[in-house]
Structure formats: C-alpha cells, structure tokens
C-alpha cells in the first residue's frame, strides 16, 4: 500500500518518538517538534491503506513504537470506539493484534450511549488506559489488552460522558466528565485524579457543589450541566503540574458553582484559580458554552480561551490565581476563525522565539503571532477543520466534510490534501513515517469504523 517517495531528505530519518495521548504532551501543544520522515516533498506520494475496525474512533489514535504485543514486537497504534472497544492495531500492516470490549457492551451500542476519549499510554509503555460507555476508566496490558483494574467515575452514565480525552501526570490518569447531546440533566463536570496502581479514586472536584470533594449523585446537587468536555479535557500547567479546565453552561456563583469558567486546580484536585467572563448568565442562557474546548497553554504567563460565542480570549495565568470569584478582566478577544463556534484544540507552534496559535472550526482555519503579549493575526485559509495537529515542521488539518490538508505552519501555504472520508472530532498524529486518522462520527451510532493509514516507503 505504498509507493517509492523522493525528496530533499532520506525518507528513513525518523524520530522513533511514541505518541502517547491526545494533543501530544501533557499541556496539549498539538505539537510534535521531533522529525517524523515525512516532508513537503512526501506529502501527494503517501498511500492510505483504510482498516476496518468494530466501531467509530470519534478521537485520535496514541502510538508506541518497538512495544512487546502478543509476543513479538510491534509498533502500534491504539484507539478507542464510541462504544468502548479498545484496539491495538500493527502500524506497519494495518492487522488488529488485539482487542478488549468492555462487559455490558450489548446494552449500550447503537444508542446514543459513547465515549469520545481518546486513551492514554503509561510512561513504562506497558499499559494503556481507556474509557467506556459505562463511566469507566480501565488500565489495560500493552502485551495482550488484559485487564488490571477498572474505575467508575460517575454513579450516572446514562447522563455523564466521558467525552474529553484522558491524561496523564505525577503518576496519575486524569479524567473528566460532561453531558450528553441536549444537556438533558441531572449531570455535573468533574475532575477525576486516579492512581494508576491499583485504580484508586484519589481525588474529584466537581465543577458544580464544588465543595463536595467526591463522585456524588447527579440528582443531589441542586445545579446541573456545567460539563467538561473539551477535546483536550484537563490540561497540565508545565512544572508546576496544575491543571486547567473550562466548563460549559451551568450556574455561576463564584462560590460553589462554576459554570462557564476557566478553572486553575491543583495536582491534588483543589480549586486555586478561576475565570469567567462578565456575560456569564448570558451564555449559560444562550448556550454558549465558554468551555466548548479547552484552555490552550500559551506561555507561563498567558492561556487562551475559546468558546462557542465565537471569541478566543487571552488570559493572564497569574490573574487566576485565588479563591475570590474573578470576572472579566480579558487581556485579548479576538474572533475564531470564521466566527462560529471553536470546538477544537488549538496547537501552539514554538519555532525559536517566535509563538503561534493555531486554530479551526467549522469554517476556516487561522493562525495567530503572539506579539507584545497580544494576539496578531498572521494567516487565514477558508478551510473548516477539527483539532490541529503540528509534526515535524508540517501542520495536518483533518477536515470533518473529508480530507487531511497540510500546511506550512508558518503562512498556510498548502503542501497538499490526502485523501479521507467525513468525521466529526476525529484528528490525526503524524510520527514515525506514518499518519493514522480515524473517519466517523460518533453521532451516527455505528458499530463498525475505518482507520486511515498512510505510509512512507521502505528504506
């Protein structure tokens, strides 16, 4: 499925650099600095082989390359169903080497019943955790998809989805829950912190009745909504090791109910900072989610906030800090990309001093220079896109109507489109001479999916 590729470089200089979680590192740079073999030159000679798989992947793949699987070695791409199916599947020969499916899954596929998280690797890279349908993160074995533990964290999965991808820092997995299509309630967003030894719950904040400091029934707090459920769900602050989250519309006091806010917690799960705009009632009335993505981690001083009011706001990190409600007080709003609403992950490109933020929505795809502390716009394509992806010097753009586009990340000149079906939040990793992109939408309720893969040459 591949043919011979030239260019400028060897096509075997590649990293062999895992990718371990949605967003490549732990804050979610969507930015892999690290040679993968592809180039511009590359770009229109890559071959997709498309493997068939037993459910919709309505995220992205994590990869690990040289891992024990079955007994030998593989390099391998691992993904996540709607309905809970979790696969490892060989990067270099599209062949399923396993795959866990998780009990009580009769009960729930082809219902609007899903999980739209993507897994995360362990840093001993024997172990993938997963989530389910049924509220629950599993820990499964690299070597054969055997389950260690499994942890629920939620009492309603009926009503709390697992939808933003999962975690990992300080030797914990870190989770977080939402609601469902038509916010139909009771539901809270929480924050889940969970040892990874033995699935031990340690930690929950919960965005509403923020002082009840465990899981809790849905139907107890007088509050509903509030979901965290941004593609990059909780994102870890560099070396202090603090999270950040947004969350959708829900009642704001300033107390004990954080709706439409951008939150600062500690690695233990404490609230020690916070955000909301002054029109917080006026999105919670509208529905228009602040935290329909995640806060972006700009630099250690500034993270911005996209929302589907069509702004992304510029935000100063020392501000939040406090336990007193902070409101207002943006440094920046600038529009999304075509003004509509952002439900993607921005990345962040660092090429020497210079600080992009790049994002797509439904409409287009901008990037912008962080200048003087500010935000300046410094390209623009009329090309919809979902999370984007930055590997390699090359920046991959999966459009939800069909196709990979790739771009020079630096003015958006267009490299080239790879040929793909029609998704919904599914976005690609580009590592080690491969591409892996999974088609579908996890609205359509199938059991059953495809997983583009494309390859460079052989040496």
């Known amino acids: 499925m591949v043919v011979t590729a030239t260019g400028a470089r060897k096509t075997t200089e590649t990293s062999r650099h895992d990718w371990t979680r949605f967003g490549w590192d732990a804050r979610r740079s969507n930015d892999d600095p690290y040679p993968t073999g592809i180039y511009t030159a590359h770009v229109g000679q890559l071959r997709r082989q498309q493997v068939r798989l037993p459910g919709t992947v309505d995220s992205s793949a994590i990869y690990l390359h040289g891992v024990a699987v079955r007994g030998a070695t593989h390099d391998a791409f691992f993904v996540t169903t709607t309905y809970g199916i979790t696969l490892a599947i060989d990067a270099s020969s599209g062949r399923i080497l396993w795959q866990w499916k998780p009990r009580g899954y009769s009960h729930w596929a082809g219902s609007a019943q899903i999980t739209t998280a993507t897994p995360v690797a362990d840093p001993s890279r024997k172990w993938i955790y997963a989530a389910s349908p049924d509220g629950r993160i599993q820990k499964l074995t690299v070597a054969s998809g055997h389950v260690v533990w499994r942890r629920s964290i939620t009492r309603l999965p009926s009503r709390e989805k697992i939808a933003s991808s999962l975690n990992f820092a300080g030797g914990n997995v870190i989770a977080t829950t939402g609601g469902y299509i038509g916010d139909a309630p009771p539901y809270q967003g929480h924050v889940a912190i969970i040892s990874v030894r033995n699935g031990r719950l340690l930690h929950v904040w919960n965005s509403l009745c923020s002082n009840r400091h465990r899981i809790i029934a849905p139907a107890s707090c007088p509050a509903s909504d509030s979901a965290i459920w941004g593609r990059a769900g909780a994102v870890v602050v560099p070396r202090s090791g603090n999270l950040l989250v947004a969350t959708g519309n829900a009642p704001w006091d300033g107390r004990t109910n954080w709706g439409d806010a951008v939150l600062l917690l500690s690695p233990r799960g404490k609230l020690i900072g916070n955000y909301t705009p002054t029109n917080t009632d006026q999105l919670n009335d509208t529905d228009l989610d602040l935290g329909s993505t995640s806060p972006v981690y700009l630099t250690s001083t500034l993270i911005a906030q996209g929302g589907k009011d069509g702004k992304i706001r510029l935000l100063s990190l020392p501000r939040l800090r406090g336990t007193a409600p902070h409101k207002g007080h943006e440094l920046q709003a600038v529009s999304t990309p075509s003004g509509t609403d952002l439900f993607t992950a921005p990345a962040v490109w660092r090429n020497g001093k210079r600080v992009l933020l790049i994002a797509a929505d439904g409409g287009a795809t901008q990037a912008w220079s962080l200048r003087g502390g500010r935000l300046h716009s410094a ?58 992109l999974p088609e579908g939408d996890a609205n359509s309720h199938s059991t059953s999916g495809v997983l583009d893969i494309w390859r460079l040459p052989s040496a």
Do not use: C, F, K, M
């Open 379 to 436: 390209w623009r394509v009329a090309h919809a896109g979902t999370s984007p992806v930055i590997a390699g010097g090359l920046l991959w753009v999966y459009d939800p109507g069909g196709g990979l586009r790739v771009y020079q990340p630096e003015n958006g000149i267009l490299d080239g489109t790879l040929p793909a079906g029609s998704g919904h939040w599914n976005s690609p990793i580009v590592t080690d001479g491969r591409v892996a």
